[in-house]
């Protein structure tokens, strides 16, 4: 199984857990992992979290499971996705 790289700062929310596949030669796919009960299914399911690039060392937010996209410094222990916020929002939220 392959570690979470160094530079990954979150700790798992409860209930959660992280799981590092290899994606390609240049990026690993961090997904999280939901080990909350549910009675549709046995095995606990996951979400892509977001991509790091091995080489650059920087995280990769996700455009889906397969695809990495922009390059991100602000991530949440949740997803590496980035808040689309107009600037109302950002002051509300800031």
């Not at 909350?36 to 499971?65: C, K, L, M």
Request: without cysteine; hydrophobic residues 30%; glycine residues 2%.
């Amino acid at each position: 199984m392959i570690e979470l790289p160094p530079e990954f700062q979150h700790e798992p929310p409860s209930n959660y857990s992280y799981e590092v596949t290899p994606h390609n030669k240049k990026y690993l796919a961090i997904w999280i992992v939901n080990h909350q009960e549910f009675t549709y299914t046995d095995t606990p399911p996951r979400s892509i979290w977001g991509f790091y690039n091995i080489n650059q060392r920087v995280f990769h937010a996700p455009i889906n499971a397969k695809s990495p996209g922009k390059k991100v410094t602000e991530t949440s222990p949740y997803s590496a996705m980035q808040l689309n916020r107009n600037p109302l929002q950002q002051l509300l939220y800031a």
